[in-house]
């Protein structure tokens, strides 16, 4: 079994990093294998098979973090087939977790979409705003805040769309369409670096051009994006 880094790997590289054979040495692969993210993958597997995927993936991220138990520290050892964890000292079962997370399409009167650039993302790649829910915060209310904290915008009515289990590491994604109720864009600074309203012509010229990197067909964004857009968009056009 590999050991968890101290910090920074995430999930999808942990179980994708190649799996280790005695002594150390790396396992071999097929010849014209190689190992791939989920995230790269995800969009070329059928439902079924990314499922399973997601599902592993999960899975391995929570065993690789979470080898003691949260109560007392002492050493935790698997059960039922690895989705517990049971405290070998005092005897408590501890479940792999979930994090809920928003994501949302912004829309405004004009039926323009607001998308935004984190400071994390290399140059020209834009999405949907997305955050994670504080305790004690509906679902609803997390939209509200983060496209308010990140952008500035105020929204009022929130519609529920769908959403999708996002393993890096412990993610639930839910996405909704936000109405925005105002419109003037001041970006945090610290999470998103730009903010703009698009048209469907302008997101369109802007994806053609490569101005524009939408998120990746495997991804719920993507889903959100051309839900509003009515289209699909090219398959190259995705980070």
Do not use: K
């Amino acid at each position: 079994r590999r050991d968890a880094p101290l910090a920074g790997a995430a999930s999808d590289v942990l179980v994708h990093a190649g799996a280790t054979a005695p002594a150390g040495r790396t396992a071999s692969l097929p010849d014209g294998a190689s190992w791939s993210s989920l995230r790269t993958v995800g969009a070329a597997l059928t439902a079924h098979d990314a499922g399973l995927a997601t599902a592993a993936v999960a899975l391995d991220s929570w065993h690789a973090r979470h080898p003691r138990c949260p109560r007392c520290g002492a050493a935790t050892r698997v059960v039922q087939a690895g989705w517990v964890r049971a405290c070998v000292a005092d005897g408590s079962e501890h479940y792999p977790r979930t994090d809920p997370a928003v994501i949302m399409a912004v829309v405004d009167d004009e039926d323009r979409l607001l998308l935004g650039h984190a400071r994390a993302w290399a140059a020209g790649r834009w999405s949907t705003l997305a955050g994670f829910v504080e305790p004690g915060e509906s679902l609803e209310n997390a939209v509200r805040r983060e496209v308010r904290e990140e952008t500035g915008v105020v929204v009022g009515d929130v519609e529920y769309r769908g959403s999708q289990p996002w393993p890096f590491p412990a993610s639930l994604m839910v996405a909704f369409v936000a109405r925005a109720r105002t419109t003037d864009v001041v970006v945090d600074g610290v999470e998103v670096e730009q903010a703009a309203w698009f048209t469907r012509d302008r997101l369109r010229e802007a994806v053609a051009s490569r101005e524009v990197v939408p998120p990746g067909p495997a991804s719920i964004a993507r889903a959100l994006v051309e839900d509003w857009l009515g289209e699909r968009l090219p398959e190259h056009a995705a980070f």
